[in-house]
């Protein structure tokens, strides 16, 4: 069964950086999308950035360009978001997703992902 966990998430000040983690187990497709999303409390969960493998594509929304880099680790294991000048707005709980490319979104941004990790929260605060 796959599973993905996600870790790093915390309280954090305006301006400051985290760095998440998202770690696959069973996760053996060759070809596949991993992505992670957020959701702030009473707001609809949305994508942050998006990581497709054979072409290497790698999506950002608008909110978070040139602030958020996503990449992997070289087991491709490990799926990892370095989220920096965070703000406020970013607060959220953030989750990984992924899936086999067969059913990864043609619009990245559709969280319909089969797998899904239960998330860790972000809190930027002062």
């Known amino acids: 069964k796959v599973q993905l966990v996600e870790s790093g998430g915390g309280l954090v000040q305006p301006g400051g950086s985290l760095r998440l983690s998202c770690t696959a187990s069973?996760?053996?497709?060759?070809?596949?999308?991993m992505a992670w999303f957020r959701q702030a409390p009473g707001k609809e969960r949305e994508a942050v950035a998006a990581?497709?493998?054979?072409?290497?594509?790698?999506y950002y929304a608008d909110a978070v360009k040139r602030r958020f880099t996503i990449s992997q680790d070289n087991t491709r294991n490990t799926l990892f978001l370095q989220m920096n000048s965070l703000k406020p707005e970013d607060t959220a709980m953030y989750y990984c997703a992924a899936d086999s490319l067969t059913y990864c979104p043609g619009d990245w941004i559709r969280p319909v992902h089969n797998y899904w990790g239960r998330g860790t929260q972000v809190t930027v605060q002062v």
């Open positions: 069973q996760f053996y497709y060759s070809s596949y999308c």
């Open positions: 990581f497709y493998s054979g072409g290497q594509s790698t």
